[in-house]
């Protein structure tokens, strides 16, 4: 594999940009869980709210990483 390849290059920093957008997105997911846990308002008031944005940012992040750990990481696939 050519890895001076203009296509090659596109995708590995796209893959790149990918990876710290998870890691963004898994930080969102803990916060809103340490906020459950440990702030007595959000207890009372915002318990769904708040769990289901971190459980939906748990979903996405968790099942992005498994779609990109499964295969997809030569650029010439599909």
Do not use: C, K
Not at 15 to 43: C, D, G, R, S, T
Not at 45 to 64: D, K, P, T, Y
């Amino acid at each position: 594999m050519n890895f001076t390849n203009i296509e090659y290059v596109v995708f590995r920093s796209l893959l790149i940009l990918e990876f710290i957008w998870i890691i963004i997105n898994m930080n969102i997911a803990f916060m809103a869980v340490y906020l459950i846990v440990n702030v007595p308002q959000f207890h009372r008031n915002l318990i769904g709210m708040i769990g289901n944005m971190g459980l939906a940012f748990f979903v996405i992040a968790i099942s992005r990483i498994i779609q990109i750990v499964g295969g997809s990481f030569d650029p010439n696939i599909g």
